[in-house]
């Protein structure tokens, strides 16, 4: 099974960093999704890492550690319209689904 | 390219009635992915179809609820004698065979009175 655990509300200032980290247990591994979904929307996809490292994109980055289970999303210069919720998800081993998170809801403040 | 659309948006239906959530995948898409959403809760997997195949039904609840993908049409997510308990926003995405990313739909929000 799946197990994907990351914090409920993180609260940062505009202009702030701010780092999501999510932690995963599962039985097979392939591939480390983020989504940002704002309230009462569909879910966007904002990165994927399926090897040990750092992804950049823009103000965006993700990092990921298979060995540690880990991985985590980095939103720099935080602006207001980044308040959302973000949702890490482990794809499985056969590549069928996503296995989300209970999702982390940033709230960005002047 | 009008992405995962997803009908209707809102749907209330009486305990006892039937839900009936469709879904049309983006163009060139032949994998759909159902998901539910609790309110302030991540998205749980329901099902995931191919063209008039069901590959992992693994986490649709045994009864009353089942979805289909035909040959032609949208995909369509049915879930018999609501209870309370089934309001919620179901989600459908699609992808490529193949593709890394998920593309969500607007979500159709069921309220059960």
């Known amino acids: 099974g799946q197990n994907i655990d990351q914090p409920t509300e993180m609260t940062a200032t505009e202009g702030a960093i701010v780092q999501i980290n999510c932690t995963y247990q599962?039985?097979?591994?392939?591939?480390l999704f983020w989504y940002q979904q704002h309230a009462g929307e569909a879910p966007t996809f904002l990165s994927y890492n399926v090897l040990d490292g750092l992804e950049e994109k823009g103000r965006f980055s993700s990092f990921l550690s298979r060995s540690k289970g880990y991985s985590y999303l980095l939103l720099k210069e935080l602006q207001m319209k980044d308040s959302a919720s973000y949702l890490c998800?482990?794809?499985?081993?056969?590549?069928?689904?996503?296995?989300f998170g209970g999702g982390t809801r940033v709230l960005v403040k002047p | 390219n009008a992405g995962v659309m997803q009908n209707p948006r809102h749907l209330v239906r009486r305990r006892g009635q039937e839900a009936r959530l469709r879904c049309s995948p983006m163009k060139g898409h032949s994998h759909v992915y159902w998901y539910r959403q609790l309110p302030e809760e991540g998205l749980k997997f329901m099902v995931y179809?191919?063209?008039?195949?069901?590959?992992?039904e693994s986490g649709m609840p045994k009864e009353r609820f089942s979805a289909e993908f035909p040959k032609e049409g949208p995909s369509i997510l049915r879930i018999q004698q609501v209870v309370r308990g089934d309001s919620a926003a179901y989600f459908c995405a699609s992808s490529h065979p193949g593709a890394n990313v998920l593309t969500f739909g607007a979500g159709s929000r069921l309220t059960v009175l």
């Open positions: 998800a482990v794809r499985d081993a056969a590549g069928n689904k996503l296995t």
């Open positions: 179809l191919q063209k008039e195949n069901i590959i992992d």
């Open positions: 599962t039985s097979g591994f392939n591939g």
